[in-house]
Structure formats: C-alpha cells, structure tokens
C-alpha cells in the first residue's frame, strides 16, 4: 500500500506503468478477441493492394506493345489464347482489365473498412468494460488520490485514441507493407539498378522519422495529461457549480479554465510545430529521390545512361517502372502518418494500461472465503492505521460484543470515520487487525464482508434514477412492497408520497433535488432493506431535524436491536442511549463506557456534553484551549491534503 501513496505521481492515472513496455502491442494481444474481423479486413487489405498495382502494370504493357510494339503483349499467369491479336483489341483487353481491377479493389476496400472497424469497434468496447472494471476494484485511496475527470479522460479519451488507431492504423501499416513489398518485387524484376537508385532515400526516410518518434512521444504524452487536468477541472466546475455561483467566483473559475486550456493548447502546439516538420521534410526526401530515379531512367531511355548501367530501358517499361516507384514512395509518406498516430495511440495506451496493469490494494486473498457472521461481534486487535505519512488511528484495541449498539464520538478530525472505514475494508490497517466474529476481515471474501456490513455516510450519493431504484441499489431483488417498508421504517416514506412520482421519481444527478435529510433518509432506507447483519451510521442522520432524528431513532431502535451497531455521532443526543460509547481523540479511544459511566469520569465526553447542553460557563479552559489547538491541526491537515492531491 506505500507504494500507493507516494505523491510522486502527481495524481495522474497510468503513470506508474513502465514505458518501455509497449502498451498498443499489449492491448492488441490482450484484446485480440475480435481478431477474425481483423483478419478479414488483413485480407482484403492485401487482395486490394494487388489489385491496385494491376492498372500501372497493363499501361506501361500496353505502351510498348500496342502503340510501340517494342515487345509483345503478354501477361503472367494468363494463357495466350486469350488475348486478341490486334492491336484495337488488346486496347480493349487493357481497358476491360483496368476497369475489372477497380471493380475488384473497391469491393476489396468495402470489405477492409469492414473488418478493420468492426475490429477495432469490439476492442474500443472490452477495453472500456474492463478498464472501469479494474478501476472500480482498485481501493477508494486510488480515487481520493485522481481526479475524477483524469479517470473520465482514461475511459473516453484515451480508449478513443487507441480504438482509432487500431482501426486506421492497422490497415494502413498492412497496406503499406504490402505495397512495399508488392512494389518492391515488381521493381526489382523491372529494372535491379534502377530499383537500387529508387531505395536511396529510404535509409534517410527512416532515421529522420526515428528522430521525430523521439522527440513526438513525450509531447504526445504530455497531450493526454493535459486533457486529464483540462477534463478534471471542468468536471470539478459542473459539479460545484453551486459554490460558483454562491460565491461569486464566476470570472475566477473562468480563468482558471482558461488556464487550464491554455496549458493544453500549448501541449498542443508544442507537438504540432514537431509534425507539422516531419511531415514537409518526408515530403522533400522522398520528392528529391524520386527526381533522381527519373533523371537516372530518362537518361538511360535517351541512350546516356549513367555509368554503370548497361542494357536498355524501353519508354514502357520506363513509365511502369515510375509509376511504381512514385506508388512506392506514397507508402512511405503515409508510414509518417501511421507512425504519428501510432505515438498518440501509445501515448493513450500508457494511461490505459496503467489503470489496467494496477493491482487493487484492497482484494481478496487467493484463499479467502465467506464471512460467517454468527453474533456479529467486532474486535478491534491493536490496529494502526495511516492515509500517508501522518498516523491517523494508533492503539485501537476494543471488542464490541454482537447485538451491542456503540456510540463513536470525539472531536472532529480525530478518526471516527477512519474507524468504521476499516471495518468493510474501504481502507486496510497498516498493524493489528479487524476481526467479525474472529475473522479477519482481511481473510474473508469483499463481497461477503461487505454485504454483511450496512455504511451509511453523512452525504450519501444517490445515482440518477428513481426514488425506488435509489433504496433498491445493491438489493436489486427486493420487490415494490420491500422497498416501501424500508422506507417507512426510514421514516421517508411521507415525503416520498408526496414527490411527482412518487417512488418513480427521477431524482437527479446526485439527488439535487431532494434535501440533504431527505437524501440521508433515503440512503437508510437502502441499508434497511439490504438488512445488514452489522451497521455503520457515520452521521446518517445529522441532516435531519431534530424531531425527525427522533422519529428515525425510535425506528433505528428497533432496526438495530439485533445487530451490532455503530453510529458516530457530534451530536450527543444520538448516541446517549447507546450501549456503550467510544471517545476518539487524536486517533486514540480515550474513553470508554455508558453515557452515565462517562459524565462521572468527568472528562473529554463530559465537556462535550456541557456544550452540548449549554453548560458552557463550567467548561475547563483547558478544554477550550485544546479545542483551538486541535481545530488548527486539522485545518493544517486539510491543507496538506489539498496541497497533495494539485
Ligand atoms: N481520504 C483521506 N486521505 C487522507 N487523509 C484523510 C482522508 N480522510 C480523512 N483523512 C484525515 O484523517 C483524519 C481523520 O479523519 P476522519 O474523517 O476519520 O475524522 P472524523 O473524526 O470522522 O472527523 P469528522 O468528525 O470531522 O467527520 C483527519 O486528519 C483527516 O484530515
């Protein structure tokens, strides 16, 4: 888990993963299922690709042969009866291969845009799945330390970049080699020295694009970075829309978007100024070696050619032979593209590939098996627990006996939350353990651990959907009368009757429209209809007004008689009838007992207890001192964190 936290990686997913691995190669032969649409578009690649190099072979054939007759019109692998004799005739013959030829190669490019896309359509979709899959089972320590619009980055963009790369780029490096190869044969069968002087310039071709993938990768890399950060910030603006406006920070936020995009287009333009160079200099080599093929040729045709060269060159053979070398040069040129995405395709797969190649630091052991929970009683061994650097819990040693409702308080900032966290394993301890019934619960499978725990958070998230389909997430079975009954014992049914809809009612994105006690009520009534064998209420009921949480109490009451129970409460009048009450200061209980037990100690939970009830004038002014100290640490806490996680 220390490796996890290390601030080093500014935050940004796939970042971790090692670069020489070539991440598009990994993904291509982890995800090859759809690889007979691969194969099909590979094909047709190639049947097209010789198709295409039909009509420049039959042009040059026919100069010498009809208009020239320099040599007779023969063709490879077709037998001589089948050819006319007459000249008009072979121009027919020419032209009806010709046309058959572009016929052939676009059914031929139909099928490769085929194959080719639905190839990499089917990859672009599993690599999605199992990218959200991988990032949903890493530990919620992985998702405080990335921004959410860095992860939405890794899932759209970046899967974007690759999917067009496989689709595109793919068919265009098979088409390149078959051309190359294509070509090559027939040049070489034209003419071998006039072949020799049309590769010159490929040595060059190759070490100047060499140096443009050296200096492209890491512009391309900052490229994706840059819209993780640009996505983050405007995901983080949609959704704290409300302080915006609240606040009046409308011309900040602007700036601070315009920065961001700022950073992106320089990115940007950083990686264009390099392509925008590749692309023009290829042009000049290849253009430059071509000239030199022609002049080289056409003198031999004139009868002067350039020393070394014997034999002739007819002007057929000559015009099929630069027809060739120009198609062979093309290739080249677009090979500059292909490597151009293929650098941004490995760029997005780095980030991808760091999200799938990530182990999730909370899992199950390979021997786990299901939590047994007889009583639901909760043991906590000695446990120490850190976020980073700073101990958070330290000595936390208490067993709670099944069926016991424990009350958590303590000043804010002292681990309350951190506590309970540990219990389903939202986090793991760094020493000691947390035991259920005598299992650890480290040993034990998630899913059963966490379907035997019931964790209602101060701001529970409701999905986008109905108000049934809210209380129902994660109990997907539970039928319309389970639902109302969970949410009567919620004490939410009232308001729900009287929403639009009903229970059918669409609460928005995050439940906006519903108040935060409502929302709390809600989440409640999720816990109460998944029947947890153990409950954690951290807050649940803080939103609610006072008469409310009385109501909702006196339900809970019940819910709770048979079940282990924790409730982390500020407000005292919570947790007073609770069986036993745990005071957590500075990441240590302190106290431990019944409500009565500890107003006679007469310490920390006492003075809370005179705030509480507005006995403040006999309140220690130590206590008072403590409570500035200590409100200070955690501001200094926050802030580091904040200053962490930029
Ligand atoms: N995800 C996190 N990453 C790093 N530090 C954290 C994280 N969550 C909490 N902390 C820090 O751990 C300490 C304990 O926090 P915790 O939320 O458990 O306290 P709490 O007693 O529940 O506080 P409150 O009553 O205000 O809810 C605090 O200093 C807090 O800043």
């Known amino acids: 888990m220390s490796s996890e936290r290390g601030p080093s990686d500014k935050g940004r997913p796939g970042t971790s993963t090692s670069r020489s691995e070539n991440p598009v190669w990994r993904l291509y032969t982890e995800y090859g299922v759809a690889r007979r649409y691969a194969a099909l578009g590979a094909v047709a690649t190639i049947l097209g690709r010789l198709f295409g190099l039909i009509p420049a072979f039959i042009i040059g054939l026919a100069v010498d042969a009809i208009f ?21 005739g072979q121009l027919y013959f020419s032209i009806a291969i010709l046309l058959g030829a572009t016929a052939a190669g676009a059914v031929a490019s139909w099928v490769e845009d085929w194959g080719w896309s639905v190839f990499a359509q089917r990859i672009q979709r599993n690599l999605r799945v199992d990218a959200y899959e991988r990032l949903q089972s890493l530990e919620l320590a992985y998702f405080t330390r990335h921004r959410t619009g860095d992860l939405m980055s890794v899932l759209n963009n970046d899967v974007n970049a690759l999917e067009t790369f496989l689709e595109d780029g793919l068919s265009a490096t098979l088409w390149i080699l078959t051309t190359i190869a294509g070509i090559g044969i027939i040049l070489v069968g034209l003419n071998l020295p006039l072949t020799a002087v049309t590769l010159l310039p490929i040595p060059l071709l190759a070490a100047f694009t060499l140096i443009f993938t050296r200096v492209i990768a890491p512009r391309y890399l900052s490229i994706r970075e840059e819209i993780g950060d640009l996505n983050s910030r405007l995901e983080n603006n949609v959704s704290g829309i409300e302080v915006i406006k609240s606040e009046g920070a409308e011309q900040f936020e602007t700036e601070r978007v315009a920065a961001a995009s700022d950073e992106y287009l320089s990115a940007n333009l950083s990686a264009i100024k390099v392509r925008i160079t590749y692309f023009p200099g290829l042009n000049i080599i290849a253009g430059a070696g071509f000239a030199i093929t022609f002049l080289v040729g056409g003198l031999w045709v004139l009868d002067q ?46 980030r991808v590939q760091g999200v799938l190649s990530r182990d999730p630091a909370v899992s199950d052991r390979p021997d786990a098996s299901a939590l ?25 040693d208490f067993a709670v006996e099944g069926g016991t409702t424990v009350g958590v308080v303590g000043p804010t900032g002292a681990g309350k939350s951190t506590l309970l966290k540990l219990l389903p394993r939202l986090y793991d301890v760094d020493d000691g353990a947390v035991r259920i019934d005598g299992q650890d619960v480290r040993e034990v499978t998630l899913q059963s651990l966490r379907k035997s725990i019931g964790y209602v958070s101060q701001e529970p998230f409701l999905f986008y959907g109905t108000v049934a389909e809210n209380i129902r997430y994660g ?16 004490q939410a049914h009232e308001f729900i009757e009287n929403l639009p809809s009903e229970y059918d009612t669409l609460v928005g994105e995050r439940g906006v429209k519903l108040s935060g006690g409502q929302r709390q009520r809600l989440a409640l009534a999720r816990t109460m209809l998944k029947d947890p064998a153990i409950l954690v209420l951290d807050e649940a009921t803080s939103a609610v007004d006072t008469e409310t949480e009385a109501i909702i109490q006196d339900r809970l009451a019940e819910f709770a008689a048979n079940r282990t129970t924790f409730v982390i409460a500020h407000r005292l009048s919570t947790v007073r009838t609770a069986d036993r009450i745990l005071v957590l200061d500075d990441g240590r209980v302190v106290e431990d007992g019944t409500h009565e037990a500890l107003l006679e100690t007469d310490g920390l939970y006492a003075n809370f207890w005179r705030v509480q009830t507005g006995d403040i004038a006999s309140l220690p002014q130590e206590f008072l001192e403590r409570a500035l100290r200590r409100q200070a640490v955690v501001e200094l806490a926050d802030e580091e964190t904040e200053e962490r996680s930029e």
């Open 68 to 88: 020239l007759t320099e040599r007779p019109y023969t063709l490879p692998l077709v037998p001589q009866v089948l050819i006319p004799g007459t000249g008009v």
């Open 305 to 350: 050619p350039v020393i070394g060269l014997t034999g002739t060159l007819t002007p057929g053979e000559f015009v099929t032979f630069v027809i060739y070398a120009q198609q062979f040069l093309w290739p080249i040129l677009r090979l500059g593209d292909v490597v151009d995405d293929y650098e941004r395709a490995k760029a997005a797969g780095s």
């Open 372 to 396: 047994e929970v007889t009583n639901g009683a909760v043991t906590y061994d000695d446990v120490r627990f850190a976020y980073s650097r700073e101990t958070v819990l330290s000595e936390i």
């Open 475 to 490: 109990t997907f079975d539970a039928t319309k009368d389970d639902i109302e009954e969970a949410a009567r014992r919620a």
